[in-house]
């Protein structure tokens, strides 16, 4: 996997932060960007680390999975 470089706040962010796959910043912040770029240059444990905590993650993520999930949610509130 590939560790995720994230300049954007909210559920996204979240999710990236919630599975340890990436290195958050400041939205439009160069100086921070930077350094997150450096840190993964500099630290190969790191860039593998959350590169395999993304690729862990991303499994969760089928679509045709979440659909299923999704639809069985429906259907519950729809019968009560």
Do not use: C, W, Y
């Not at 790191?46 to 679509?63: H, I, K, Q, V």
């Amino acid at each position: 996997g590939i560790p995720i470089l994230m300049g954007v706040r909210g559920e996204a962010l979240d999710i990236v932060e919630q599975a340890g796959a990436g290195i958050a910043f400041e939205p439009e912040n160069s100086i921070q960007l930077a350094g997150a770029i450096r840190h993964l240059r500099d630290n190969p444990f790191a860039r593998e680390s959350l590169g395999n905590a993304g690729r862990t993650a991303a499994r969760g993520f089928d679509r045709g999975r979440l659909a299923k999930l999704m639809l069985q949610k429906i259907e519950q509130v729809g019968n009560q």
